[in-house]
């Protein structure tokens, strides 16, 4: 072999735990490796992730088993159409003791929230996610409280044709780093699941992997790792392309691309490497980008989803060739 | 408002035909200046959207203002509205272009009167294209003005157009239907059919965008007209090869093309009137006397002219090849004397495909491919050129006694066309009955002949005649008595015929005169004669023409031609040379009847003068299968070529600690990319081309999976795929070997799972490299594009206007 590579430390620890937590939520989640790399990636790039899919395919249960497996303070917040903004982020309430108004926190002060159905809460509720997520932070009668680190919402949503659901706004979607779709088990997968999980609940005997520390140092390790000039225009490259296809009415915007980069940086961590290669975007536009466009109508007409223009576009869009100095 | 400009370019480039045609250069500019007008007055007329027909009014008005200012400007009035007295002159200029133009042979002088000429004719077929394809929307049609114009040069130059000259003038007219193609799709509305899809973006969509078709078209007009050249240039035909330049071909300043005849009669007295008597050529004789030289012998009187019947020069008649055949007629009884002669032309003559030889030649000692017409011992080539030659002849002339010529047969076994003539007015007949009326014989008949020409008919020598078709002849026979050697000879030669002797006109060179040791011959010394046919004598040159100050200069009576009893006089030639007879002459061998070489068999062959190869046919196909096959294998040389270079990339030495970090960085640097290159192309090579997205570790995947890789070769493609991705996309590459195994190993397991066919076509034909030729191919279009694009005012200012 004529290539040795050494890999770091830090690296290697990373791998470990990550590892650690896959197998603690594989333990859960059976045959959903895919998904579950998938968490880990947006966890590790600092995101939010949604979790889409028709119901009782294991959403809520990958969100909880994330959660259960660190060690750190988990919230869940079912999503329902009388929800209000202040059922998550909390409530200045009058104590009659101090005579004060006091700070209730909502669920959202947690490290990791889980939004159950979250298209089943009303618009105004949604939006209330906004601020937190994006800024990591949550204004409450003109105070403003920072969100502990590391803070990942982990929405869950049926597909918006079901009934009595809010389709998420475009800039709510835009959010999320990632969406991922679980998809049916395989019947073998099914099989088991009836096996292992027939009696008691699997989530109750997941013990946590992993410390909130060692979560901060391993998201840490992955803004270290190392993008290239080429890589860094090919995530341009492939970004721009969905803005000029002429089967999609709205591109991915900036902050897209600046997600797939992220994503591509943990995605890379995960597989121990310290720098990224195209192949790291390749594997994530569809999870990172398909959410965030609009198919034209024309696309629309020809049932082409976002999903099938992507993995178009990653095969039209040429890999960087040579080294720009 | 494009139309009129490109018919005007197209005009020009077809015009750029003619250059041949003229000595000098004022014709191109008058032309220029013509074209111009009339394309000022074609975008004036599309401005102002006037009617159809006032486009070709205001043509012609355009045309003639310009033809007044330039030609008979200072008598027009303020230099350019024409008057009475400009239109007067300028009527006057074009008669004389007319004569001048008759009179001369191509290259015509550039004077004025023919310049006017060219440049009305070119003005005027410029409004016939303007017409056709702005007014009509015609732009096909507008092919024939332009044809018309371009059979000139075709029809006049016995060479043919020479290539260059072609292309440009196909391009001028390929552009003007690609332009009125334009303008017709560009109301359509939008085209669909654009090259690349970052072209459609920057579109500007007022009007149509007929990028694409533009390109269409220009790729088809291109190919059309390397077809149209390279094409005839490969077809194996009758015509010579001029590619490969086999066998004869190449006169003038073009390769390629059949011996070509000029008109010999109308060359003549263009010569005889040259202002300057320039010097043609010189020799020396074993005898020291003068003696015509031959250069034609025209056998064919059609009423309208004298020519001579296709030549037949088989390979076997070239002169280096022993004697030439023997002179007809010559019976071996008849005493000749041998004489050599040495022959230097002066290198400036124009081009020339015959030597000029004293008759009859019997051994030519020439450098080049120079070939011997059977009957009239004319000696010619396709190939070579006279200019500048120095060539050595022996020929052997008849010294026929009087009772020899007296017993000539009454009938002479010779093809009949020496004796055919066209319709001709019975006065002509009876004159030349008339004249040999009491002759015993048919010598003396010709000899009469000959008599009535110089002495009783009363003969003027003047070079200030037109014509020899039967009209001129009858005139000069009957009528106005006054001609030069041409008529002479002619009318000689037609009488004699009429009276039933075998005649034919021979053009060439008098003896010219002596200087110092040489005789010198000039363009003045250019002559024609007649030759008449006696039975057991042969050819026998006669001489009609008036010599001396007031006729042909330096002609030269022959003795035996002077009436009885001249018949003793003895011979002219000095006695010093060998005065033989046929019998003991070795070389001379006019004797040899049974030596005769078999003539060709048809003897009616006509078609283009195609001397029979000496190149047998089979040497011929092969040299050709054999440059075609040089030719496929150009791809396979290209990737040879860049595979060893990179395989040279592939290793890289240290030379020591002195070998700086950067400079090594950069060695591994080009090694791995040519590595990957490498692989790129033999992967391309055996049809698994790398799609551009495909990462190289994707790649290696592909392929390990794909063809079943062993661990041997799965472990070599992905340490290339490695080293490639490390040194693109990691922030230290880390340490890399250098990957010439690996790239071997690779190499073969792909070549393992190709087919053989498709091996063999990775050898010898490498897509590859086809994909990169094609590439070039792409990059020269797309220079083409760039030079249309070149606007002298740019679109947003065009649109504010």
Known sequence: MAVTHDVSPQLDELVSTAHRIRQAIESVIEGKSDAVR????????????????VPGVGKTMLAKALARSIDCPVRRVQFTPDLLPSDITGVSAYNQQTREFE?????????????????????????????????????????TYELDSPFMVIATQNPIEMEGTYPLPEAQRDRFTARVAMGYPEPAAELEMLDVHGGTSPLDKLQPVAT??????????????????????????????????????????????????????????????????????????IPVLAHRLLPSIEAQGQRRMPEQVVTELVRRVPVPETRAS | ????????????????????????????????????????????????????????????????????????????????????????????LLATGFADIQR?????????????????????????????????????????????????????????????????????????????????????????????????????????????????????????????????????????????????????????????????????????????????????????????????????????????????????????????????GLAPSTKTSRVETDIQISDDVDPLEFLPLPYPPQLVRAEGDWRADVD?????????????????????????????????????????????????????????????????????????????????????????????NTEALTDFLIQSRTGYCEQFASAMAVLARSIGIPARVAIGYTGGTKIESRWEVRTHDSHAWPELYFEGVGWLAFEPTPAGSAGQGTARVPDYSLPRPAETTPSTDDPSTSPTTGSDTPSGAPNSRDRLRELDPEGVYSGPIT??????????????????LVLLLIPAMVRLVIRNRRVRALTWKISGP???????????????????????????????????????????????????????????ITAIASAVERLLFARDPGSITPLKRELRIVRRALAATASRGRRIRATLLPPSTLLRMRGMGERVLDGFDRLENIRLWSRAARKNA
């Open chain 2, 658 to 716: 002195s070998d700086e970090v950067t400079a090594r960085a950069e060695k591994v640097d080009r090694s791995v990319a040519a590595a990957w290159a490498e692989l790129d192309d033999v992967l391309c090579d055996y049809g698994m081309a790398r799609a551009p997205s495909e990462t190289p570790r994707a790649l290696a995947r592909r392929l390990t999976q794909q063809h079943e890789f062993d661990a041997e070769a799965a472990g070599s």
């Open chain 1, 103 to 143: 700070f209730k926190p909502g669920p959202i002060f947690a490290n990791i929230v889980v939004g159950d159905e979250i298209n089943r809460a009303s618009p105004k509720t949604q939006s209330a996610l906004l601020e937190c997520m994006e800024e990591h932070q949550v204004t409450v009668d003109g105070v």
């Open chain 2, 104 to 328: 001369f042979a191509a290259p015509v002088p550039d004077d004025p009167p023919i310049a006017m000429l060219t440049t009305a004719g070119v003005g005027l077929i410029a409004i016939v294209v303007d017409l056709f394809v702005t007014r009509l929307r015609r732009a096909a049609l507008a092919g024939l003005p332009l044809l018309a114009l371009f059979t000139v040069p075709a029809a006049v130059l016995p060479d043919p157009i020479g290539w260059p000259a072609f292309i440009l003038g196909a391009l001028g007219f390929t552009s003007l239907l690609i332009a009125d193609g334009r303008e017709r799709v560009g109301h359509w509305g939008r085209a669909v059919l654009v090259r690349r899809s970052r072209a459609a973006e920057s579109g500007n969509q007022e009007t149509a965008d007929t990028r694409g078709l533009r390109l269409s078209g220009k790729r088809i007009g291109f190919t059309a007209i390397a077809l149209a050249v390279v094409l005839p240039a490969l077809l194996p035909t009758l015509e010579p090869d001029p590619l490969f330049g086999f066998g004869v071909g190449g006169s003038g300043k073009g390769k390629g093309g059949t011996i070509s005849v000029p008109d010999p009669v109308a060359n003549l007295r263009g010569r005889l009137q040259l202002p300057e008597n320039t010097a043609v050529l010189s020799y020396t004789s074993s005898d020291d006397a003068p003696r015509y030289l031959r250069i034609y012998a025209l056998d064919v009187f059609d009423g309208e002219r004298w020519t001579m019947t296709k030549m037949k020069g088989r390979p076997e008649n070239r002169v280096d090849q022993g004697p030439l055949p023997p002179p007809p």
């Open chain 1, 212 to 285: 909130t520390a060692e979560v901060r140092a391993l998201i840490e390790a992955v803004r270290g790792v190392y993008v290239s000039q080429p890589v860094k225009k090919y995530a341009i490259d492939l970004v721009t392309a969905t803005r000029h296809s002429p089967d999609l009415r709205l591109g991915a915007s900036p902050r897209s691309t600046l997600q797939l980069v992220r994503a591509a940086r943990a995605h890379a961590a995960l597989s121990g490497r310290d720098y990224v290669i195209p192949d790291d975007m390749q594997e994530l536009a």
């Open chain 2, 611 to 628: 001397p029979v190869e000496t190149t047998p046919l089979w040497v011929t196909i092969g040299l050709g299968v054999a440059a075609l």
């Open chain 2, 1 to 92: 408002m494009r139309l009129p400009i490109w018919s005007g370019v197209a005009t020009l480039a077809v015009s750029l035909t003619l250059y041949p045609l003229f000595e000098g250069g004022a014709w191109l500019w008058g032309s220029l200046g013509a074209v111009l007008a009339v394309t000022v007055a074609g975008v004036v007329s599309s401005r102002l959207t006037l009617p159809g027909w006032a486009a070709p009014v205001l043509g012609l008005v355009a045309l003639g203002v310009y033809l007044t200012a330039v030609y008979t400007g200072e008598k027009a009035w303020a230099l350019l509205v024409p008057t009475k007295e400009s239109a007067g002159a300028l009527l006057d």
């Open chain 2, 376 to 468: 009239s011992l004319m000696v010619f080539s396709s190939g070579d050129l006279a200019s500048g030659l120095q060539y050595q002849v022996v020929s052997t002339e008849p010294e026929p006694t009087a009772d020899q010529l007296d017993a000539s047969s009454e009938r002479p076994e010779i093809d009949p066309r020496y004796v055919q003539l066209p319709e001709l007015p019975t006065r002509i007949r009876e004159l030349a009955t008339e004249i040999a009326a009491d002759s015993p014989t048919k010598y003396e008949a010709a000899v009469k002949l000959q008599q009535f020409f110089t002495r009783t008919g009363g003969f003027t020598y003047s070079l200030e005649t037109q014509g020899h």
């Open chain 1, 38 to 53: 998938l968490t880990l990636t947006v966890l590790l790039s600092e995101g939010h992730l949604l979790i889409e899919d």
